[in-house]
């Protein structure tokens, strides 16, 4: 059973950055699509950015294009999304997700393993 850690997160100024992680222990993260959704009171989660497993491609929501970085450390195993140049309405909870296939951009019901998430606020 593979379960995911985050860490990360926070609360920051706009403009500001943060950055988040994903842990896995006794996995090789490596053969996993890994995605980061952010999900916010009164509306549907949504998937901001995913690494495919094995150098496959990444994928980015258009609102956080340009601003947001997902990358694999493979000696510590570990997935970031840096977020930068932060928005109030980037605000939310943020969950990392992992599935077995090749490719990240599937639909959210194919991620099979999701960690706690953790609380971003963007906030003056």
């Known amino acids: 059973q593979l379960q995911l850690e985050q860490s990360g997160g926070g609360l920051v100024q706009p403009g500001g950055s943060l950055r988040l992680s994903c842990a896995a222990s006794g996995v090789n993260l490596d053969y996993y699509a890994i995605g980061w959704f952010r999900q916010v009171p009164g509306k549907e989660r949504e998937r901001v950015s995913c690494?495919?497993?094995?150098?496959?491609?990444?994928n980015y929501a258009d609102s956080v294009k340009g601003r947001f970085t997902i990358s694999r450390d493979k000696d510590k195993n570990l997935v970031y999304l840096q977020m930068n140049n932060l928005k109030a309405e980037d605000t939310g909870v943020y969950y990392c997700?992992?599935?077995?296939?090749?490719?990240?951009?599937?639909?959210?019901?194919?991620?099979?393993?999701w960690g706690r998430g953790t609380q971003v606020t963007v906030s003056s």
């Open positions: 690494i495919g497993s094995l150098g496959a491609s990444t």
């Open positions: 997700a992992a599935h077995g296939g090749y490719v990240c951009y599937d639909p959210q019901t194919r991620y099979d393993y």
